[in-house]
């Protein structure tokens, strides 16, 4: 269609006779391998100098046909895009393409290696050699300023560049590798998994950013590792990123140990570490976490045969844990403001050594049977104190879910341990029993609340509620009735309440609506059997939201 619509820019070479018919003017090329072909008229293909786009299917490995690259790199300059099926390797007159952004290699070819002057190639964004088994790049690489992607032996890197601060620097719009993400290609084959090669492309000290997904090795490319790490005075500068801020390695499914990388020595500026889906990983050195001074976020998911006997990070502000291994066993953040847990092993969890938590999250632990309370003594290894302290005085969001052998949480849900909470989320706990609802009244903070499918739950002690509460949700929670409407009076700032399947509960005061509820604007009510009556729908007709089903006994409806 292209070829039609543009006859004088697009040609496609199919046929031998097709040389004579090429338009003088075309600029787009595409050359179809053919048996038949007289392989020296494509040395004819040069008089064409507005050429942009060549795409040769033809290997030029044969000694006759080789030439044949070098006589394209020097006549046509104007080239945009050059894909080349193989080629016994790359000319230096290829630094004449000064305009070049696409160059392709597409099936494996004897080319082993990329001329010096290849790096002239100022333009260059996209490099694809991804099936050719290259043993050695110029040592200055970084001169491809433009370089967004290269595709070798089997991986894929892209580049992030951004613009030094230098105002000099920037005028001359220099810059410098700002992000490094390593891929593996899908078209990686067993028998060339790359790694070999990997090292070719050692990343600059100053990277601020690096990603590593995919990788079929053990341990890590040499560039990642300091030299054995057998003296802190002798460090080469391989595996020393003193600007890396971002590390995340996913994927790795044969990685087993991360010590020779991650150390306070390699990385002193990293704030972020994302680990994940790497199901052989073993070592990891937590109790070298002291020492990284700006670390703040860790991020550990689907690792779950890591051994670690203490997690001490006095900087770390967001930790994830899920299917970790022993990660969660003994963990001392002082600083830590969040923590996200989920699918641990473990039957307790233990929270002393966390006095500055805002967000926790516990989910999917099914082993999990008790979720200890403060006792904030001093910290040696983090370096602050906490003497005494019994409280979470900054947590405000709890949520607790999928946890099925937990039985009760009296311990934490207490005013004194969380004295500015403002949510509380607990659901999907099926040997959970007792809930503290007569304190609830006492969380003078709380402002959201649901209790859902935790139909073991007795509540005889009782349930009063704050004022301060806005968003009320009780759902498959066992017999509440006896504490509706009794647990609904006074909460005078409630906007939402839903109910769902909660039996026993025969009826609702309408002037509960007009008067105790005097902010609500939406009501779900659903799969309420024995619920007769909500004192009319008039009493209900000012809500903006009314939604009620599954109450075959209601008289209203």
């Not at 659903?526 to 009493?539: H, K, N, Q, R, Y």
Request: hydrophobic share 40%.
């Amino acid at each position: 269609m292209v070829q039609m619509v543009s006859k004088n820019d697009c040609f496609i070479l199919k046929n031998v006779n097709d040389f004579q018919k090429i338009p003088k003017n075309v600029r787009h090329l595409s050359v179809l391998s053919n048996p038949k072909f007289d392989y020296s008229k494509l040395f004819s293909l040069c008089k064409h100098e507005k050429l942009r786009t060549l795409i040769c299917n033809m290997p030029l490995e044969d000694k006759v046909v080789a030439p044949v690259m070098d006589h394209w790199c020097t006549e046509l300059g104007r080239m945009r895009v050059i894909i080349c099926a193989s080629t016994t390797g790359l000319p230096g007159s290829v630094c004449n393409l000064k305009h070049l952004p696409y160059l392709e290699i597409s099936r494996a070819s004897p080319l082993k290696s990329l001329p010096s002057m290849f790096c002239c190639l100022y333009n260059l964004q996209i490099l694809y050699i991804g099936e050719c088994k290259i043993e050695s790049l110029p040592s200055d690489l970084d001169k491809l300023i433009s370089l967004r992607r290269i595709e070798l032996c089997g991986f894929r890197y892209y580049l992030e560049y951004q613009l030094n601060c230098d105002a000099l620097e920037a005028k001359q719009k220099k810059r410098y590798l700002h992000g490094l993400k390593v891929h593996r290609s899908s078209m990686m084959t067993r028998q060339n998994n790359g790694t070999e090669a990997l090292h070719l492309l050692q990343p600059p000290n100053g990277l601020k950013s690096l990603q590593l997904r995919d990788y079929p090795d053990v341990s890590l490319p040499r560039w990642f590792q300091p030299q054995k790490l057998s003296s802190l005075i002798s460090f080469a500068n391989i595996g020393i990123f003193t600007s890396l801020m971002d590390l995340a390695i996913s994927d790795c499914h044969k990685l087993s140990s991360l010590e020779h990388f991650l150390h306070p020595a390699s990385i002193p500026a990293i704030k972020k570490i994302v680990v994940k889906n790497c199901e052989r990983l073993i070592s990891v050195p937590t109790e070298r976490f002291v020492e990284f001074h700006c670390l703040e976020e860790l991020e550990v998911v689907y690792c779950r045969n890591i051994c670690s006997q203490s997690l001490v990070a006095p900087s770390l502000k967001r930790l994830v844990l899920g299917c970790s291994g022993d990660l969660a066993h003994n963990i001392e953040c002082c600083s830590l403001t969040s923590f996200f847990l989920y699918y641990s092993r473990h039957t307790s969890i233990h929270l002393q050594h966390l006095p500055a938590l805002m967000s926790l999250s516990i989910a999917r632990c099914e082993s999990l049977t008790s979720v200890r309370p403060a006792i904030f003594t001093n910290f040696s290894h983090c370096g602050c104190s906490a003497n005494g302290i019994t409280s979470f005085l900054f947590l405000k969001v709890l949520t607790i879910s999928g946890c099925t052998k937990l039985s009760t949480l009296d311990g934490l849900l207490t005013q004194e341990c969380l004295p500015v909470v403002e949510r509380i989320y607990i659901a999907h706990c099926d040997e959970l029993l007792s809930l503290p609802g007569e304190r609830f009244g006492s969380f003078l903070c709380l402002k959201d609340l649901e209790v859902y499918d935790c139909q073991r739950l007795d509540w005889q002690r009782g349930l009063v509620l704050p004022s301060t509460l806005q968003r009320l949700v009780l759902g498959q929670c066992g017999d509440i009735s006896a504490w509706v409407p009794s647990c609904l009076q006074n909460l005078s700032s409630l906007v939402s309440l839903e109910m769902s399947e909660c039996p026993g509960i025969t009826s609702i005061p309408g002037d509960i609506w007009r008067t105790n509820l005097a902010s609500l604007e939406e009501l779900y009510i659903t799969d309420c059997p024995d619920l007769v009556s909500i004192g009319g729908l008039e009493a209900v007709a000012q809500l903006g939201t009314l939604h009620i089903s599954g109450c075959p006994k209601m008289i209203e409806m």
